[in-house]
């Protein structure tokens, strides 16, 4: 059982300091955040309409994604590794095949997770990485194996919650990476919201509330339900305590999602407590084994690391020319329309010219 904190987990100042780590992993460029946002709510309207027809504002928006191939490649392999026989009939390897393998809620939790993931690797010490690395890749893969065998919650929602955590526990990380060491060897890799206050200010669920506020996740809702939400119900859904309106079904998955990825990570044996959401015995019982094997023998989901050899080499090659003149006038000319230029810095000059692209498509 936790020792009670010394800190008022629900203090002002918390959901300050939230904020501000928050902050270090946040910066999504345009192009991005635009694709992660149009193909969540294309899957919100396909709940509501009961259809799978993708909207071509969702095609669109993955389009300059095949430009992008830290992003590209471990989408393109998770295609093909989670849903096989689909990705056999795509007609090619564009975002657009892939976005048809996945569908528009997958595809989307997937872009939001690669890139955190590889936003926060880019900021993370190597050796403290590879431990962080590990129990992401774990935990995401039980994510999508809930919600593969519980079809009312779905692996788009699954999925983003059980990165959700480690994605928000990775701001401490890069902060204070000897801190994290601590806390991943005192506590096995389980959560402790009491230590993550004493320790810096504020806890998991208040940053991860401000992750999907940010992307706007926060005021979404799933069909059925019009009512309010306040913060202190999206972070106890967060923390797996559902304690929202009775017909918030969105709140009600991730709440949901995180009790159930806890229960089976500490081996629950039993389907009774899923509540609104339905699986039989035998389908739990293979859902827990897999579960078991993921933790004792490691994640299969190491397509989120694989990386093309071509882009590796691109990126190599435009840091060489990293103040070619090109580039330079391209991110001034960006800046005046009001992105940032540490938003800017990361991209490189075929995405910069994708993204003036855009800009102008949407100023027209």
Sequence with gaps: MNKKSRTDIDSESSWEIALRYSRLITTIPDTIAFAIKALRRNHVEL???????????????????????????PLFFAAARLYPERFKTAEDDTSRALLKVLGPGLFSSLLTVIYFYRRIQKFSDPDVWNIYSREFLKILEVGFLLGEAVPEMGPTETVLMAAIRPISIGAFLIKDKDSYTRYFNRFKGDLDINFEHERWGCDHSQVAYYITRKLGYYGERLPGYSGSRSPYDVRQALLGNFQGEPDDTGLKIWASSIYWLDSLKRGSESAEKLGDFTVTQKDFDALVEATERVYQKGSSFDWLNLRYREFDE????????????????????????????EELEPLSLKELEDLRDLTEHYSE
């Design 47 to 73: 709940l509501s309409g009961g259809t799978d027809r993708i909207e071509p504002s969702s095609f669109a928006a993955v389009r300059l994604l095949d430009s992008i191939k830290s992003l590209k490649t």
């Design 314 to 341: 691109e990126v190599a090659k435009e840091h060489e020319n990293l103040e070619s003149p090109r580039r330079v006038a391209l991110i001034e000319e960006l800046k005046r329309v009001g992105y940032k230029e």
